[in-house]
């Protein structure tokens, strides 16, 4: 059974950084594409960064290019989403996702078959 649970959610004040873990279990493929989304009330859900984790490739929205951060501890199978700069228009909650085979671009919600239950971010002053 394929489990996903993501940690590390908070409130932040503008400007400050958060550190997103996603980690999976049950997961029979070697190679998998791991993304994060967020989801604001009232907004579409958005996908914001995306890995392979079998080469280390990244993806990511424009909207958080140059301040956020995907990367991975296979040995530990653990994906992060570092986010820095934050703003008050990052606040949502996020989820990670996973499928198999690599990941070619960010990632859309229709490609990801497996969720987790998501963790808040808050940014405000």
């Known amino acids: 059974q394929v489990q996903l649970v993501e940690s590390g959610g908070g409130s932040v004040q503008p400007g400050g950084s958060l550190r997103l873990s996603c980690v999976d279990s049950g997961f029979t493929y070697s190679r998998k594409c791991v993304g994060w989304f967020r989801q604001a009330p009232g907004k579409e859900r958005e996908g914001v960064a995306s890995?392979?984790?079998?080469?280390?490739?990244?993806y990511y929205a424009d909207s958080v290019k140059g301040r956020f951060t995907i990367s991975q501890d296979n040995a530990e199978n653990t994906v992060y989403l570092q986010m820095n700069s934050l703003k008050p228009e990052d606040t949502a909650m996020y989820y990670c996702?996973?499928?198999?085979?690599?990941?070619?671009?960010?990632?859309?919600?229709?490609?990801?078959?497996?969720w987790g239950q998501g963790t808040q971010v808050t940014v405000s002053s």
């Open positions: 996702a996973a499928r198999g085979g690599p990941c070619y671009a960010p990632p859309r919600q229709i490609e990801f078959g497996y």
């Open positions: 890995i392979s984790t079998g080469d280390g490739s990244t």
